[in-house]
Every structure is written in C-alpha cells, then in structure tokens.
C-alpha cells in the first residue's frame, strides 16, 4: 500500500490516477484526517497502515499562481520547506522509502555552456541566489532539508501541462493571460511526470534528485503556434515586450524560466518525448472545460 499526501491536489490526483490505473493499493491522506505536519501523526498513520512506500505531493503552490506565496510566506513555508523535513524524519524512523515532489522552479536561465541544469548543479533561483520568488525559495530550502537522505526520491517538476483543460494547466493558462511572456522554458506533461515516478519506485531505480520534464525545451511562441495550428482557440495573442513589461505589469514576482536537462531519468530507461511532440499531443485530443 502507497501514503499519497496531498492527493486531493492538482499534482497529487494525478498520482492517485496513476495509482489506480496500475491497480495498485493507495491511501490519500489529508490534513483534514491526520496532521501530517506532525511527525508524531505522519508516524503513528505509518505504523497504523504499513505502507510499502510514501509519495509527498504536498505542498503549498499559491492560487492562482505563485504569486500568492508571497502574502502566505509561513504557509509557504511549512507547505515546502518545513514537510519534507518532518516527512524525512518520519520516514527515517519507520524506514520507510518515499518520493518527494520538487520543483524545478529553483533554477533559472541555463548552465554557462548554454546547457540544461543537471541535478548536481546549486539552484540559482533560490535565498541563496536572489532575486527568487518566495515560492521558489521555499521549494529550494525544501531540498536542503533531504541532502543526504537516503531512499527518498526528489522528483523534480516543471510547469506541468495536460489535454486537459483546466485552470493549472500551462496550455489553459497561456489561452486565459491577457499578455504573455515570451521565455523558454523545460515542461512537463503532468501524466508523463507521474509515469516516470512511478518507473522510479516500480522498477527499482536509485534514489537520488530526478529532473522529470520533456526532452529539450521551447519559447512560449512555439507553444502558441502550437496552439494556434491545432485551431484551438481564435484568440489573438499578445506579448510582453520583455521581463521588466511583466514585472511592472504583474504584480513584479520573478518567475523562473529555465531549461533542465533529464538525461539522468532517460537513462534508468524512461524516454521521455520530446517536448513540442508532447504538447501536441496534448493539443491533438484537447479536452475543453466544461
Ligand atoms: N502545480 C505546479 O505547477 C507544480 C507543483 N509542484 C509541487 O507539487 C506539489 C503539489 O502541488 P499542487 O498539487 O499544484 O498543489 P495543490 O495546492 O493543488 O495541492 C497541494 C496539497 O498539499 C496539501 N498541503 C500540505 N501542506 C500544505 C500547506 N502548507 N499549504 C497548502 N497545502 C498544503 C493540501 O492537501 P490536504 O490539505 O488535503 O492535505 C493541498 O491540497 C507542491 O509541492 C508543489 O511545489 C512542483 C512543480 C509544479
Ligand atoms: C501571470 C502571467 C504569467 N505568464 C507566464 C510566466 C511564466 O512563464 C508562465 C507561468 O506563470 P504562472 O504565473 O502561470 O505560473 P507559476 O505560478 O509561476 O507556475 C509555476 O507553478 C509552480 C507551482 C511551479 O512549481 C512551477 O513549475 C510553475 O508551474 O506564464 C504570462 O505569460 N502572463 C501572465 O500574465
């Protein structure tokens, strides 16, 4: 049996989908029924339900976007950086292995050699590197508090993506902004994320920090020539004219806009695809809100 906290969330359903599409036994857990933020309750629940492995994908996003972080730090902070430290703890005492949801929201830009961040490089994006969002800098600490840990893997995510239709879904976001910011980015089908974390514990994969995201990256221009080729939508898209256009125009929280390279999960011998064939393929069978 599987613990999924937070699988009530937008990440976590989609783990609790996975899970069952598999046949395989989970327990969603809330904080309604047991206070996870409590190692002593995270403890008890595991020796209460004996489960074979933990997925954590808890945490505090903001709504409708990061930029909420910012007016909610403690619970930015106890959502990101706090959990994964008590989860680790609980865990540890139990030996009980799990995965962690991250993000790859911690870097920005590319390596100097114009490559994807690989796992081994320090966040940029971060308290440590500012300017950073808080949300970002919290997911960062995050991270600090599992260096070191043993059988937990830091399953890192990036702006997920979906057929379907949906407020946190990053092709629905770009059709709904009024003006948008013209960056290049890595992205991850969110179904394909599940998947490969999955592949992770059901094939017996190291433990260790994964970046999970579609191979290579695109502008948000690709994507909307995208979106306009598969005639989803008749909008007119406009842009920002650069970052200090949004900065003023938003509410000024940087966002990061990187590329991450995922050559270390294809190697465990998961291919993620491509990420513009990825996107379209989402676009192909788009399922409108109702
Ligand atoms: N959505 C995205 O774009 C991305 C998300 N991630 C990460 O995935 C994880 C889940 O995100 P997502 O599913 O989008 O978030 P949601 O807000 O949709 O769900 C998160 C769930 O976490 C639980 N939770 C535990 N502690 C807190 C807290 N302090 N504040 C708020 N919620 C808390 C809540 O469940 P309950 O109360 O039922 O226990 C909540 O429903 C987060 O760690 C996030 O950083 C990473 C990259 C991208
Ligand atoms: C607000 C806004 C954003 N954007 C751009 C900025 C950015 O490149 C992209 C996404 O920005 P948003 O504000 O929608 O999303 P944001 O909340 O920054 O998204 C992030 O959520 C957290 C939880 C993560 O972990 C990240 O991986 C990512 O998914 O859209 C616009 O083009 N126009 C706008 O008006």
């Not at 069952?20 to 036994?25: K, L, N, P, S, V």
């Not at 808890?58 to 959990?83: D, F, R």
């Not at 999970?212 to 920002?240: A, E, K, P």
Request: a neutral charge.
């Amino acid at each position: 049996m599987i613990l999924l906290l937070g699988g009530s969330g937008y990440v976590g359903s989609v783990f609790a989908k996975g899970l069952t599409q598999r046949g395989m036994a989970y327990r969603v857990v809330s904080r309604r029924q047991c206070d996870y933020t409590r190692r002593d309750q995270l403890v008890a629940l595991i020796d209460d339900t004996r489960p074979s492995f933990l997925i954590n994908a808890a945490g505090y996003t903001g709504k409708p976007n990061v930029e909420a972080c910012e007016q909610h730090k403690a619970e930015c902070l106890l959502g990101n950086a706090v959990l994964p430290g008590i989860v680790r703890e609980a865990c540890q005492i139990r030996g009980l292995p799990w995965g962690h949801v991250s993000s790859g929201c911690i870097y920005n830009g590319v390596r100097a050699d114009e490559s994807g961040f690989c796992e081994t490089d320090p966040p940029n994006f971060c308290f440590r590197g500012p300017p950073c969002s808080f949300y970002s800098g919290s997911k960062a600490l995050g991270e600090e508090r599992l260096a070191g840990a043993e059988d937990v893997f830091v399953w890192r995510l990036r702006i997920p993506f979906s057929h379907r239709d949906g407020p946190r879904n990053y092709l629905s976001k770009l059709m709904r902004y009024d003006r948008l910011l013209d960056v290049t980015n890595s992205l991850a089908d969110i179904d394909e994320f599940v998947d490969a974390c999955l592949h992770c514990w059901l094939d017996r994969v190291p433990f260790g920090i994964y970046n999970i995201v579609n191979s290579g990256s695109v502008s948000t221009r690709d994507v909307v020539d995208l979106i306009r080729q598969r005639r989803i939508t008749d909008r007119r898209f406009c842009f920002f004219r650069d970052e200090a256009e949004f900065m003023e125009a938003t509410t000024g929280v940087p966002r990061s806009s990187c590329v991450l390279d995922n050559s270390k999960l294809v190697a465990t011998g998961f291919p993620m695809r491509e990420v513009g064939q990825a996107i379209d393929a989402a676009l192909e069978r788009w399922q409108p809100a109702a």
